[in-house]
């Protein structure tokens, strides 16, 4: 059984969608949705496994919700404008259905579902490092799934070979991005380097303990993180 959501701001695309849908029993729909920030939050409700996603919706674009999710789903999407075929595909949806299809376009869409959620997962991870903004969430890795973390709960950033290590309080997630890229895209105001293997959040420090000519760093969740010399000058300017 797959979770499914189906986001529309048509009604009757959604009930084009809810009739084909009758043939797969196996697709359960648990909700509905006909704009954006809807979208988002029945989305993170529910964590579907599928969502049949439009793009031109009120409150922000089909693409812009991907990037307020907590867990990625595998997505198709159903649209009546066809200009953005181009970019749903260099996004790596399942698929994409141009409105008007039939039956067995919609039944050829359903029918790639077994491809997984990583394409998905790659398109995301794309669109909030991209954003002009220093980005809100991050995609990283929890057990078998992909799912994104709000950056104001991250304590620190550990340097893990090419990859780097999140922590948020006793839990750690995997990023697929070294920690000098994350250093680079994170707000320097709010993420600071104390060490070549450590970037902390500056909300997330309750200490800055002295230790001779060395400094530590107490994070809220208790975790102690070493500051390096050559980092000692900036922290002292930003917590003293």
């Known amino acids: 059984m797959k979770k499914v959501i189906l986001i529309d701001d048509e009604a009757a695309g959604r009930k084009l969608i809810k009739e084909y849908l009758a043939d797969f029993p196996d697709l359960v729909l648990l909700a509905e949705a006909n704009n954006g920030v809807d979208a988002v939050r029945e989305i993170n409700k ?7 996603l439009d793009i031109q919706m009120p409150g922000m674009t089909g693409f812009e919700v991907l990037t307020h999710l907590e867990e990625i789903p595998q997505v198709i999407f159903s649209t009546a404008y066809d200009q953005y075929a181009m970019k749903a595909f260099e996004v790596h949806a399942v698929d994409y259905l141009l409105k008007p299809y039939t039956k067995e376009r919609f039944a050829q869409a359903v029918s790639k579902l077994g491809m997984g959620t990583e394409k998905v997962a790659s398109l995301t991870d794309s669109l909030l490092m991209e954003q002009k903004q220093y980005p809100r969430r991050v995609l990283v890795q929890h057990h078998k799934k992909m799912i994104t973390l709000a950056t104001a709960d991250i304590d620190w950033i550990e340097a893990y070979g090419d990859y780097s290590k999140i922590h948020v309080g006793d839990d750690q997630y995997l990023s697929n991005y070294g920690i000098s890229v994350l250093e680079e ?7 600071v380097r104390v060490h070549r293997s450590s970037i902390v959040n500056l909300k997330a420090v309750a200490e800055l303990q002295k230790y001779g000519k060395s400094f530590d760093i107490r994070l809220r969740s208790g975790e102690r ?11 002292k300017e930003l917590m003293l």
């Open 225 to 235: 993180v070493r500051v390096s010399r050559g980092y000692a000058e900036r922290i």
């Open 185 to 191: 895209k994170m707000d320097p105001n709010e993420f």
């Open 46 to 52: 529910f964590k579907p496994d599928l969502i049949f």
